[in-house]
C-alpha cells in the first residue's frame, strides 16, 4: 500500500468517524486470501467513534476473484448480521462501497488476535489441551448462525432461500462440471450417489459455507474470529458441519474428525448446548461427500485459472492437483458409508 493511498484511507477514515486525527503508520499485507486482500494498519486516531483504535483490517478484493464469491459490501453486510448476532467474528466498523478511494471497495474491521494457520491448529501439541473448548466453542459458534433464518431485507443480495438446498447445490455443481473442457467420471458419479440419497430437506438458515479451520483465529486455545464470509448462503445447516468435518480440512489429522483440530462429539455437544436441539447427525457423512465433490469442483476451477493462461500462478496449479484427491476421497467415503448401510 504506497502512501498515497494510505493517506487518501486516512482522510476517509476520519469523514467517515468523525475523528480529529486519523493517521496510518503502517501498512503490511497479510497472508492467506487467493481471492481477496487483507491489509494490517497501525493507527493513530483521536477522537471519533474510533477514538484509540491502534490496529485494524482492510479487506479488499485481490487482482482476481472467483464468481462465487460475494463482493464486498455484501460481505460487510454478512459480517454485520453475524456480528448483531452475537457469534465470535471482527467487528465491522466501515465501509467503503464505491472503489473511489482505492479504485475498488473496501471496508475496515476490528483485527482479530491469534493464528488461523491450519498446519498449526491441526498439529501443535500446546493446543492438546484446549481441543475440547475449541471443538465445542466452534459448535456454539455454527448454532448462533444457524439461528439467522430467511427472510432478511439486509441479505436479500442471497436470493430466495432454496426449498432443497442439496438439490441446488447439486445442480450448481453438475452445471459446473458440464463448463468443463474435460470429464471428471468420479466428480460425476460421487454427484450421482448424492442425486440418489438425497435426505429430505431441512429449513434454509443463513451459513458461511467455508466454515473450516483455516478461516477462523484462535489465541490461547479459543476461538477469536470467524473469518472469509464471501461464500455465505441460505441452506441447509449440516451443509456447514459436513464442510467443516469433511477429511479434506483436516489437514492430515485424520483422528480429530472435527476440522482437525477436535472430536466429533465436542463438535456435536457444543452445537447442541447453543441450539437446544440436535439436528440428524446421522447426515452428516452425506454432506461430508457433498463438500468433498464441491471441493474438488473448487480446485479444478483454480487449476482451469492456471490452465486456461488467463492467470499463470503456482499457487493455483496446484490446487488444481487437489481434484485428484478428492476423486479418490469420494470413493472411498461412498464405500464407507455403503458398508456400514449393509453392515459389512
Not at 481471492?35 to 487482482?63: C, F, K
Request: hydrophobic letters at 40%; charged letters at 25%.
Amino acid at each position: 500500500m504506497d502512501a498515497g493511498i494510505r493517506a487518501a484511507v486516512a482522510e476517509w477514515l476520519l469523514s467517515e468517524t468523525g475523528a480529529e486525527k486519523t493517521t496510518i503508520t503502517g501498512a503490511k499485507l497479510l497472508s492467506g486470501g487467493a481471492i481477496q486482500e487483507n491489509w494490517l494498519l497501525d493507527l493513530v486516531v483521536r477522537g471519533g467513534r474510533l477514538d484509540g483504535l491502534e490496529q485494524a483490517v482492510l479487506r479488499t478484493d485481490a487482482a482476481s476473484g472467483v464468481d462465487e464469491s460475494h463482493g464486498r459490501v455484501e460481505e460487510f453486510r454478512l459480517l454485520s448480521v453475524g456480528f448483531e448476532a452475537g457469534m465470535t467474528v471482527p467487528e465491522p466498523l466501515v465501509l467503503e462501497p464505491t472503489g473511489s478511494i482505492t479504485g475498488k471497495p473496501f471496508y475496515v474491521m476490528h483485527k482479530a488476535g491469534g493464528t488461523a494457520n491450519p498446519r498449526m491448529l491441526t498439529r501443535d501439541a500446546a493446543l492438546d489441551p484446549h481441543r475440547t473448548g475449541l471443538a465445542r466453542q466452534i459448535g456454539r459458534e455454527m448454532a448462533r448462525l444457524h439461528r439467522i433464518q430467511p427472510p432478511r431485507p439486509e441479505l436479500d443480495f442471497l436470493g430466495d432461500a432454496p426449498a432443497n438446498p442439496a438439490a441446488q447445490r447439486i445442480s450448481e455443481l453438475y452445471s459446473f462440471l458440464d463448463s468443463l473442457p474435460k470429464a471428471y467420471p468420479a466428480l460425476e458419479w460421487g454427484l450421482r450417489w448424492l442425486e440418489l440419497n438425497r435426505p429430505a430437506p431441512s429449513p434454509a438458515v443463513l451459513c458461511h459455507r467455508d466454515f473450516r479451520t483455516g478461516n477462523y483465529m484462535v489465541a490461547d486455545g479459543k476461538l477469536t474470529g470467524v473469518l472469509d464470509w464471501e461464500f455465505a448462503g441460505w441452506s441447509d445447516p449440516l451443509e456447514d458441519v459436513g464442510w467443516f468435518c469433511a477429511r479434506c480440512w483436516r489437514f492430515g489429522s485424520d483422528a480429530r474428525e472435527a476440522g482437525g483440530i477436535g472430536s466429533r462429539d465436542d463438535l456435536y455437544a457444543g452445537y447442541e448446548a447453543e441450539a437446544g436441539s440436535a439436528p440428524d447427525w446421522s447426515l452428516v457423512p452425506y454432506w461430508e461427500v457433498l463438500a468433498t465433490v464441491r471441493w474438488g469442483a473448487i480446485a479444478l476451477l483454480q487449476g482451469e485459472r492456471h490452465n486456461s493462461g488467463a492467470e499463470r500462478s503456482i499457487e493455483l496449479a496446484l490446487t488444481g492437483r487437489k481434484a485428484a484427491e478428492m476423486e479418490l476421497d469420494i470413493l472411498q467415503q461412498i464405500d464407507e458409508i455403503e458398508r456400514t448401510r449393509a453392515n459389512v
